[in-house]
């Protein structure tokens, strides 16, 4: 049975736990704070999940959640994470994270700088674009018509493979939005980031949340502009 650990145990992590129970995985918390402090979460989630530290859930996880803010973005644990898929939820967002020069002008991308920081892994960027009680709320099982799907970007196929079948799993499609270089389209500011899973809603925060199928999500993605 893979293992689903989380770097960073907060609202998209929490949700994606939540969910990863449901579809009979094992989980793996970690936060900054110390494993005492998910005690709450633990026992919410049952049998399948257990706390430990960064770097003992960065060794148990056959998939990998990192879910921190960008500007800790060099605290994620290197060597355990060697040869693994790495799930990158992370946006940058300057009033939280500081200033990244090579974010700003577009040279790079948030998921390739965590790309750079852990070489021997295999990072897929998704996550990042739904509101936490919507990923809450739309997930279908597979087959379902109103099913919605999530944006994905990667430079390793297989990965990006492991990542679809996991979202599978836990209810949702994957439109793949290519590699890594390209997952600016799903960024904050662009028309699939948050608005798309809250309907006619200009504030995604105050929807309970809409399905958005494949094609949606690729029209969108199309639609981004820098």
Do not use: C
Request: proline share 8%.
């Amino acid at each position: 049975m893979t293992t689903i650990a989380f770097i960073g145990s907060g609202h998209i992590g929490g949700t994606v736990a939540r969910l990863s129970v449901e579809a009979g995985y094992d989980v793996v918390l970690s936060n900054s704070r110390g494993p005492e402090t998910l005690k709450d979460l633990v026992a919410e989630l049952g049998p399948r999940a257990r706390a430990a530290t960064p770097a003992e859930a960065a060794a148990a996880g056959d998939l990998v959640v990192v879910s921190i803010p960008l500007r800790a973005y060099r605290d994620v644990p290197v060597e355990p994470l060697a040869g693994k898929p790495v799930l990158d939820t992370n946006n940058y967002y300057s009033q939280r994270d500081g200033d990244f020069p090579q974010l700003d002008d577009g040279s790079l991308t948030s998921s390739e700088l965590l790309q750079q920081h852990l070489p021997a892994s295999r990072v897929v960027k998704v996550f990042n674009n739904i509101f936490f009680v919507h990923l809450r709320a739309l997930s279908r099982p597979s087959g379902t018509p109103d099913r919605t799907a999530l944006p994905i970007a990667g430079d390793d196929a297989a990965a990006k493979e492991a990542v679809t079948a996991f979202l599978d799993a836990i209810g949702y499609d994957a439109v793949d939005a290519g590699p890594l270089a390209e997952g600016w389209r799903f960024q904050p500011g662009t028309p699939v980031y948050g608005n798309a899973y809250a309907g006619d809603n200009p504030n995604f925060s105050e929807s309970p949340g809409v399905p958005a199928g494949a094609t949606k999500i690729r029209t969108a993605l199309d639609a981004a502009k820098r």
